[in-house]
């Protein structure tokens, strides 16, 4: 069946280092792929998200291009700052079967 | 546009109860998702309901079940409650004839079972 596999965290990073959490997946068909993040006490945000190959989505300095021969959709962010502290999902959409399939999580810690 | 709201938020609920969660959307969402939140499994998929019907349904006991409303709002039940069903639960919803499922969270409910 369809899965998501994300790097493992924690990660710790001090206030404007370069972010890269790696996502790859596995689906049959066309999915939408997303990222959603969650700060502490709430439910999840999306972050961005990308409905065909090739097609980036951004938001809020962050950044992740679909790209469908290495079946990733890495998420980048050119200066971190220690509000992005939270744990970040990579999600793909199942629509046949009506469900989000997600991720394991990333814990990411920004240091001042 | 009110968001999704989950009540309660909080709940302490002892082995063998059972429990009600309850859920509504975004005012015309008709699609509304279920998740278990855990430290150990992550987030895992309950069920969908879509004009009161539930459209699919995750890998979990018979323990646990769901219903939607005509007004869309949705509740989930969990009968004989066992110390593992300690979770946080988040609703989602999703906007109709929307093919990227992009869905929207609610706060979530935190059960925690003693």
């Known amino acids: 069946g369809d899965s998501v596999t994300q790097m493992e965290g924690p990660v710790t990073l001090s206030e404007e280092a370069f972010l890269t959490i790696n996502c790859t997946y596995t689906?049959?068909?066309?999915?939408?792929l997303f990222w959603y993040v969650q700060y502490p006490g709430e439910g999840l945000q999306l972050l961005l998200k990308a409905t065909k190959a090739d097609d980036k989505g951004s938001n809020k300095g962050f950044e992740a291009t679909y790209r469908k021969e290495t079946t990733s959709f890495h998420l980048e962010k050119g200066s971190v700052q220690v509000s992005d502290s939270a744990v970040y999902f990579c999600?793909?959409?199942?629509?046949?079967?009506?469900?989000?399939?997600f991720g394991a999580g990333t814990r990411l810690f920004v240091k001042a | 546009k009110a968001g999704v709201t989950q009540t309660p938020r909080y709940l302490i609920k002892t082995r063998g109860q059972q429990v009600t969660l309850s859920c509504s959307p975004i005012s015309g969402h008709r699609s509304v998702s279920w998740y278990q939140q855990t430290p150990g499994q992550g987030l895992q998929f309950l069920f969908e309901y879509f004009s009161e019907t539930q459209r699919n349904k995750g890998n979990f006991p018979g323990r646990f079940s769901g219903r939607q409303f005509s007004n869309s709002r949705s509740e989930m039940n969990v009968s004989t409650l066992e110390l593992g069903d300690s979770a946080l639960y988040l609703c989602a919803s999703s906007i109709e004839g929307d093919l990227t499922y992009e869905q929207y969270f609610g706060p979530g409910t935190r059960l925690t079972v003693t």
């Open positions: 999600a793909l959409s199942d629509t046949g079967g009506f469900k989000t399939i």
């Open positions: 689906a049959t068909g066309y999915p939408s």
